[in-house]
């Protein structure tokens, strides 16, 4: 590994988002330059101007560990499975599911199935991470330091992790009736001229997810011969996960794929039961070692046991659950990413997605020649037939139940250019993705996606109905809406009776009939009704009538039980009295952004009270709730020539220590209000914080 040295700062001549030669833009960088230079702008962007794709490989890496340095080494070292080694017991379970999932060792087998190109840049930038960790070791906290150096084989187990052992199988969501990761989300639309004020197609960009870990989001551009996009990578990966070029970009959202499969075996002789014989378990024997207060290390044997379905979970007398994860087999993510960032219309895209790499999500599609389009991406398994509960678990004594293979491309849901020129998802099924629908659910096997649109899907498919010219102002105004569905739907039923109730009920009431139905910073009475909502779900059926495939956006509705509902309000309202001083208290009283040392007001809220603009809380020690997850990176593209966008990342660009990128753009979500993207150098340049030169 060449080391990195610093050279003279000179001018590069180069322009954003260039293809190549045949961009229409401004020449692409000197095929004499030898190193990448990194324009930081004033949010802690990193803008990339490299001579090829290893260079820029590299500069991303370097760029990462300047923003992310800590965090970044502590999750390397957890998807090696030697968290508990590094830094102790707590990160025990975590190493005893990434060695049971056989990551580290999948990650060095994935490494040597990587096409040329795609090994020659996962070199680099984990040469890349290596090289600043080395001139920059001061820098960085003394206990993240035994991680390095970094190899290709971490960056792959990461990828693992993260994509198919936390989004598409994780410990958390491998109950019977939890299939997917249910503290994430996300929504995203797509536009298409016909209702565009500009005739140009618009793509919103909104993943829902956690503050904290692998979730976060890295904002970055890349500007090369061979690889030009903006957008925003998950921290530690080695590619944007979302993002845009000049002719085109998409989205993800968390689709309601079912990819993985826990199957219960039957014990018998050291092996389990298969096709009416004993089928012995491969066994392996992992050694992990936890590191102690006194810094010595103990050690504890791992015994894992392997069925053909996968490997088993948990055991009890006489009986096994055996995970199957789809796309486990698929080595090719970074490659498929590339194309996809290199895709310059819809067929180039498409035939980048078409090998399925990426086991998850949903994808949402925009270009300039004015194509929208919905795909329900991933591994979805081609389940053998037969009545079974694949939501739950599934008999494993036999082939019958056991799946070989996932759906091609060809047989996934998928809509291209709806007559109704908008598309949207809110972590909903595919079929509801625009109406009328393009879609019809019948034709595709039942386990494919459920059935159901939830009140955040219906606003959002709403929003996108409700305006035939959009203008692109317009478009990121929509986005920041915090009104409640629920709220629409449900207080004509509740107001009535609880006048006529009188006492707390009626006065609850009051307030919220004179409430926007919002949960914006001032709104007096969204703190009451979500505290009545909770109450009432607890106690059972909320609706009169439940969801209905015939009335996708007007259902649910009704009260099952007004006067459960009455005295539900009741009780809310003695609740917010009491620990908040008045029923009225403003949503952004007790709903804070506090991060990088402010305080501010928050707007926003749960999704499943029908608000797009989704913000997850804690509580914090004060009683307050604090801004935890929801809103993470926002972009609005409008793919104009030039291509427009802006965008935000909710904590900021860096969570390094010292840096002052933490936080910084959480004053602009209080506001409701996105930064501009900055594309072209002479925009970056005026908007500059600093500029960096790096060599490999």
Known sequence: ???????????????????????????????????????????GVPHIFAPDLDQAMFAFGWAQMQSHGDLILRLYGQSRGRGAEYWGAEYLDADRW???????????????????????????????????????????????????????????????????????????????????????????????????????????????????????????????????????????????GIAFNDRLGWSHTNNTIDGADLYELLLADNGYRWEGGVRPFETRTETLRIRQSDGSLKEEALTIRESVHGPVLRATAGKALALRVAGIDQPGILDQYLKMMRARNLAEFEAALRPLQMPFFTVMYADRDGHIMHLFGGRTPARPAGDYQWSGIVPGTGAATLWTSTHPYAELPRVVDPSSGWLQ??????????????????????????????????????????????????????????????????????????????????????????????????????????????????AGVVFATPWSEASPRTTPDGLRDPAAAVRALAQAADQVRKTHGSLDVAWGQVYRLRIGGKDLPANGGPGDLGIFRVVGFTEDKDGKMRASGGDSYVATVEFSQPVRARSLISYGNASQRGSAHIGDQIELFAKKQLKPVWLVRAEIERNLERREVVKR
């Open 1 to 43: 590994m060449k080391t990195l040295r610093s050279i003279a700062l000179a001018a590069i001549c180069v322009a954003a988002l260039v293809s190549g030669p045949a961009s229409g833009l401004l020449p692409p960088v000197n095929a004499a330059q030898s190193s990448a230079e990194i324009l930081w702008d004033r949010w």
């Open 425 to 538: 998802n809110a972590n909903d099924p595919p079929w509801t993705t625009t109406f009328p629908l393009a879609i019809d659910p019948d034709k595709f096997p039942r386990y494919m996606a459920p059935r159901g649109m939830s009140f955040r899907a219906q606003r959002s498919a709403d929003l996108m109905e409700a305006d035939s010219s959009i203008t692109f102002d317009e478009f990121g105004q929509y986005k920041q809406s915090t009104r409640m569905a629920l709220a629409d739907r449900i207080l004509d039923d509740l107001l009535p009776p609880a006048k006529a109730a009188g006492g707390a009920a009626a006065e609850a009431a009051a307030v919220l009939e004179a409430w926007d139905r919002n949960a914006d910073a001032e709104s007096r009475g969204a703190v009451l009704f979500e505290a009545w909502f909770r109450l009432l779900s607890r």
């Open 98 to 240: 990434v060695r049971t999932m056989g990551v580290p060792a999948r990650a060095a087998a994935w490494e040597k199935q990587q096409t040329p190109e795609a090994s020659r840049a996962l070199k680099a930038f984990a040469e890349g991470i290596n090289a600043y960790a080395t001139q920059h070791a001061d820098r960085l906290d003394a206990s993240v330091r035994v991680v390095l150096p970094v190899t290709v084989s971490d960056l792959l187990a990461h990828v693992q992790r993260v994509v198919h052992f936390a989004f598409l199988a994780n410990p958390q969501s491998l109950e019977p009736q939890m299939r997917r990761w249910a503290d994430a989300g996300s929504n995203t639309w797509a536009v298409s001229p016909k209702r565009s004020a500009s005739g140009r197609a618009l793509l919103l960009a909104n993943p829902h997810l956690p503050w904290v870990d692998f979730f976060t989001w890295y904002e970055v551009q890349f500007s090369s011969p061979t690889l030009s996009a903006y957008g925003a990578a998950l921290v530690g990966m080695p590619f944007p």
